[in-house]
Structure formats: structure tokens, C-alpha cells
């Protein structure tokens, strides 16, 4: 298996109801607000021309809807599906922190959902299949928190370096190499 130092570039979905809100979404399927799709639409003159090997976003309609309207054709990628919130889907850090004092998405139990670690894998299994799918460009759509992880691993750091990294709805980020470490290179572009 040869493994390949590609250039991974990012987006994030367009603007949700859930997002604007700052409620986690997680695995609800919500679609783009009216601004959501036309910012993802203005992605696409700046992915015109540009060449990508693999192609893939997560199968939920906000990331699909998103690679659209930015004029891409992705195979679905169930790993990059956004953290499973469990019992705080749909609700935002400050009602959870009424329950749960000093509550954090990246050191504290998420009941019924997902640990960071099994997150953490996931971007882990995609970030491999790039390398081994992708010779020079790839590009994948998906969630903000799920694409954080994803950038912290790529540069090998723990997944909760993740916690420094915010990511805004349609933005462009880009994931490359320098003489053999991988980088971020560009980040909410």
C-alpha cells in the first residue's frame, strides 16, 4: 500500500436553523438556510478548474447539498458524518452546562453518543484513505467539529487540539504537506 502526500482540502456545510442557533447537530438531517446554499454556491468559481483525484462528503443533505452547490461530485464517505451527540443532539453548550457545570464537547461524557476517541478514528480512517486513494489533491466535505478533529490528526496532534480550531459554515481549508510534515496550509478561507 503506498501512501501518497496529497493536498486535503476542506469544507465545511453551508449555514443550518441548527447552526446559526450554535445547537449541536449531529446526526439530525437538516438542510442549508436560503444564506447556507448561496454561500456554498459561491464556493464553486473557486473550485472551478481545480483538479481533485477523490471527491467525497458526508452523506448527510447539509454536507451533500453543500458539494452541489460548490460543483462537485463526491462519493459518499460515512466516516466523516458529524460527532454522534447523543442525548445533547439538538440542544447548545450553555443548556447542557445548566446540567452539567463545567461541561465541555471535548473533555466531558456525551451520553448515548460518541467519545472523542471514536471520532478521532474515523477522521483517522478517512485521513488514510486519502493517502492511499488521492496522489496529488482530494476534497471532502463534512461538519465543523468532525473537520477540526480530521485537521488535528492530520498534523498529528490529539484530537483535542481540535478544541483550538474554529471553523465557520462554507469555508475552504486546506490540508497539505512541507518537505514531508503534514500542514495546515490554509484555514477558513
Do not use: C
Not at 482540502?9 to 446526526?27: K, Q, V
Not at 492530520?154 to 514531508?180: E, K, M, N, P, Y
Request: no cysteine; net charge negative; aromatic share 6%.
Amino acid at each position: 500500500m503506498t501512501m501518497h502526500e496529497p493536498e486535503l482540502w476542506l469544507i465545511r456545510h453551508g449555514l443550518t436553523e441548527w447552526a446559526r442557533d450554535r445547537r449541536h447537530t449531529g446526526r439530525t438531517d437538516l438542510p442549508l438556510l436560503p444564506e447556507g446554499e448561496e454561500k456554498a454556491a459561491a464556493l464553486a468559481p473557486r473550485l472551478a478548474g481545480v483538479h481533485f483525484d477523490l471527491q467525497l462528503a458526508s452523506p448527510l443533505q447539509r454536507a451533500w447539498r453543500t458539494a452541489e452547490l460548490a460543483g462537485l461530485d463526491p462519493k459518499a464517505e460515512p466516516d466523516a458524518l458529524e460527532w454522534d451527540y447523543g442525548d445533547y443532539e439538538g440542544i447548545t453548550t450553555a443548556q447542557i452546562q445548566e446540567q452539567v457545570p463545567g461541561w465541555s464537547i471535548w473533555s466531558s461524557p456525551i451520553p448515548n453518543g460518541e467519545s472523542l476517541a471514536q471520532v478521532s478514528a474515523r477522521a483517522d480512517a478517512v485521513i488514510a484513505r486519502v493517502r492511499e486513494q488521492a496522489q496529488t489533491r482530494a476534497v471532502l466535505v463534512a461538519h465543523a467539529h468532525y473537520l477540526r478533529i480530521l485537521a488535528a490528526r492530520w498534523i498529528g496532534q490529539d484530537a483535542s487540539v481540535a478544541a483550538h480550531l474554529a471553523l465557520h459554515t462554507s469555508t475552504l481549508s486546506v490540508l497539505a504537506w512541507d518537505r514531508g510534515t503534514p500542514i495546515i496550509d490554509q484555514w477558513n478561507g
